[in-house]
């Protein structure tokens, strides 16, 4: 079965460093398509950024990059010169190649410290 | 600007009490989803739509069941809430197979 694992429930950085979040994910399949998300305090989700299987570069969106490692089933984020702003609750998604399904991992809370 | 706006943010009902949760989508998307989230869990899909009148159940579909009579519009029910279903619900709605989801702001239920 399918499955994202986030193993830090909460991450702390200071404001102006630089902070990865870990996600790794479980499947058999080839062509799959990973995400993360940002959950502010106002709980609306918010797209990041997108990395397809079949990418050979990992994806940049700004001061978001993901860290795509696709032997070790990895695709971790990583956040340049953290802001206060950046503090929420971020999750690592994956769709299913093989229907309709997006499923999330558990999530990691990000404290960024001024 | 994209919307996907959800019909309450905030809800309180009894248990065995009959719950809408209504999402709406501005942008023509053809596939809709509800989540729940719960601390720890992230979150679970419990049922998809990837065209009117069409639906799927995800992980979690026991205690709910979905209405997609227009394309704009994919309504929840919880037929009898209980306690257990006190949540955060998110509706999404999806463009292409490849693309990102666009959520709503959540409902946030409790189930006395």
């Known amino acids: 079965a399918q499955k994202i694992t986030q193993t830090q429930p909460g991450m702390f950085v200071q404001e102006k460093e630089a902070v990865t979040l870990d996600c790794t994910y479980d499947?058999?399949?080839?062509?799959?398509?990973l995400f993360w998300y940002k959950q502010p305090s106002s709980g609306e989700m918010i797209f990041l950024i997108y990395?397809?299987?079949?990418?050979?570069q990992n994806a940049t969106e700004g001061r978001y990059s993901l860290n795509f490692q696709k032997a070790r089933k990895s695709a971790n984020l990583v956040i340049s010169a953290s802001q206060l702003g950046d503090s929420a609750m971020y999750f690592c998604?994956?769709?299913?190649?093989?229907?309709?399904?997006?499923?999330f991992g558990a999530g990691t809370r990000l404290f960024v410290k001024a | 600007d994209v919307k996907v706006t959800q019909s309450s943010r905030y809800l309180v009902k009894r248990t065995g009490e009959k719950v809408f949760l209504e999402c709406v989508q501005d942008?023509?998307?053809?596939?809709m989803f509800w989540y729940r989230q719960d601390p720890g869990l992230g979150l679970r899909l419990i049922y998809f739509?990837?065209?009117?009148?069409?639906?799927e159940k995800g992980d979690i579909p026991e205690g709910y069941s979905v209405s997609r009579e227009k394309k704009e519009r994919f309504s929840l029910i919880l037929e009898s809430a209980s306690t257990n279903q006190t949540s955060m619900y998110l509706c999404?709605?999806?463009?292409?197979?490849?693309?990102?989801?666009?959520f709503g702001e959540g409902s946030r239920l409790t189930v006395l």
């Open positions: 999404a709605s999806r463009g292409s197979y490849t693309g990102e989801l666009f």
């Open positions: 499947t058999s399949d080839q062509s799959y398509g």
């Open positions: 990395q397809g299987s079949y990418d050979e």
């Open positions: 998604a994956m769709r299913e190649p093989r229907g309709f399904k997006t499923i």
């Open positions: 942008m023509d998307h053809e596939n």
């Open positions: 739509s990837y065209d009117v009148k069409m639906k």
